[in-house]
């Protein structure tokens, strides 16, 4: 079975950084993108970018580049988002989900990061 | 960068059909992927490749791609089927995806 188990829900201060993970097992995690999409409060989803964990190739959505680093470590199949310096217009749950080139077929159950000072 | 379209909201009746609809210039040259997402919880894949089904998927929901619009349809709708559904757009020249805004759906 197709699982992505992301880490849990975090509380940070404005300018603190973050790294969330989000692991994935009953498949082979190096033969498919993960793709991590935002959802802020009340809105849609908006898709933030991909790492195809085999060889760590990442691509960015214009809106996001510059803003996070998408990461992988494919010896703990795990894939990673991370912030340098957070903001409270960050505050938003994030999914990871496998990405099929194309279709985000299975998608863990998001993590929440709230940017409150 | 690339842009797709969906109306905020969409009502039905139960047992009647709902069409969702995702614009965008050209849509028909890339793939188009449908979400399904109910209330506090992750979204789920209910189309893929314009108008595959996942395994799992109803029989009630279909896709189509062509010229400018993309179409997510709904047969005989439930109560069940009330949610946020998303279009989302795969471009496989560049490796990039894009989302529509969204649609909620009503049945009732």
């Known amino acids: 079975e197709v699982q992505l188990v992301q880490s849990g829900a975090e509380v940070k201060k404005p300018g603190e950084s973050l790294k969330i993970s989000c692991q994935g097992s009953?498949?082979?995690?190096?033969?498919?993108?993960i793709g991590w999409v935002r959802q802020m409060p009340g809105k849609g989803l908006e898709w933030m970018g991909i790492i195809y964990p085999g060889d760590s190739d990442t691509r960015y959505s214009p809106s996001f580049q510059g803003q996070v680093t998408i990461s992988a470590d494919k010896s703990i199949s795990t894939a990673y988002l991370q912030w340098s310096s957070l903001k409270a217009s960050d505050t938003a749950i994030y999914y990871c989900?496998?990405?099929?080139?194309?279709?985000?077929?299975?998608w863990g159950q998001g993590t929440l990061v709230t940017v409150s000072s | 960068s690339y842009e797709v379209t969906q109306p905020p909201s969409v009502s039905v009746s139960p047992g009647q059909t709902a069409s969702i609809t995702c614009s965008g210039d050209?849509?028909?040259?890339?793939?188009i992927c449908w979400y399904q997402q109910k209330p506090g919880q992750s979204p789920v894949l209910v189309i893929y490749?314009?108008?595959k089904r996942p395994s799992g998927v109803p029989e009630r929901f279909s896709g189509s791609n062509s010229g400018n619009t993309a179409i997510l349809t709904i047969s005989g709708t439930q109560a069940m089927d009330e949610a946020d559904y998303y279009c989302?757009?795969?471009?496989?020249?560049?490796?990039?995806?894009?989302f529509g805004g969204g649609t909620k759906l009503t049945v009732l």
């Open positions: 989900a496998r990405h099929d080139y194309g279709p985000l077929d299975f």
């Open positions: 989302q757009a795969w471009d496989s020249s560049t490796a990039s995806g894009v």
């Open positions: 490749e314009d108008r």
């Open positions: 009953g498949y082979t995690f190096t033969n498919y993108w």
């Open positions: 050209k849509l028909e040259d890339k793939y």
